[in-house]
């Protein structure tokens, strides 16, 4: 098994636990991370194993993109903002086209991207603190390429809603919205995933599969389009002043002072 460097992999009674563990980080996403949870994924598909259940360590399942990649992002230029975007893209396609059922365990906080893991995935499991956000607006970015997909779960008005405000959602109003499939204790989050999985692997394998490349296959055409124009949108975005501006503020735990606001 491929021994990687911020997520760990287990595989037990036909089911591929994938956890990320960067506690000191609350799992945020880096360049490395969003690599291998993509090689990850993409080696579980091909796998024996018939369910994979996502996870974090610690205190956090997700808390977006790593405050030292933001830092970086600031100084690439636009080609570079295209790959990275690309990667972004990837790893959020590859969630949702894989062909196998998809658990996500939400121990704790689930932002910006981290939301769009655990929310992409076919079933989302959270415990009673764990926290949502699409908080890009706050720095200047724009949740592009999960905005596709939050579209469809949720709807242009409430998506609205979420985009716009940036604001975090408890795990009971993700609950409410479809975002989250069930809320359960923090000490049986793991047992309640693993008993999930194993009801779903009593199901036919064929069967669960024809029927996620069909829901896959419905949007594909739309989502082929959607992200593609969604990634010139990342790129275009994190050139911007105000993302700029955004990053500084948000380094320096101060309120940002927008260039595009006209007084």
């Not at 799992?27 to 579980?44: F, G, M, R």
């Not at 275009?236 to 700029?244: C, I, N």
Request: some cysteine; glycine content about 6%; proline content about 3%.
């Amino acid at each position: 098994m491929a021994r990687y460097q911020t997520i760990d992999t287990r595989q037990e009674d036909g089911v591929q636990t994938i956890t990320l563990n960067r506690p000191e980080k609350r799992n945020a996403l880096s360049t490395v991370v969003i690599q291998e949870l993509t090689e990850a994924l993409e080696s579980a598909a091909e796998c024996e194993c018939g369910v994979v259940i996502l996870t974090g360590t610690g205190s956090a399942f997700c808390a977006g993109l790593d405050l030292e990649d933001l830092q970086a992002i600031t100084a690439k230029n636009p080609e570079e903002h295209r790959k990275d975007s690309e990667s972004v893209a990837k790893l959020l396609r590859t969630v949702y086209d894989f062909p196998k059922p998809t658990i996500a365990a939400v121990n704790g906080a689930a932002i910006a991207g981290g939301m769009g893991i655990a929310t992409i995935c076919d079933f989302t499991l959270a415990v009673p603190d764990a926290k949502f956000g699409y908080t890009e607006v706050r720095i200047g970015f724009i949740p592009a390429i999960v905005s596709s997909f939050l579209l469809r779960q949720v709807g242009e008005k409430r998506a609205r809603d979420l985009l716009l405000t940036g604001r975090i959602l408890k795990a009971a109003e993700a609950l409410e919205l479809g975002l989250v499939t069930r809320i359960v204790s923090d000490q049986d989050l793991m047992r309640e995933a693993n008993d999930l999985a194993q009801s779903l692997l009593r199901n036919s394998s064929e069967s669960m599969t024809a029927i996620k490349r069909m829901l896959s296959g419905h949007a594909k055409e739309c989502l082929d389009r959607e992200i593609e124009e969604a990634i010139e949108w990342n790129a275009k975005q994190r050139a911007t002043e105000d993302f700029k501006e955004g990053v500084r503020a948000f380094l320096e735990k101060r309120t940002p002072v927008w260039p595009s606001r006209k007084e």
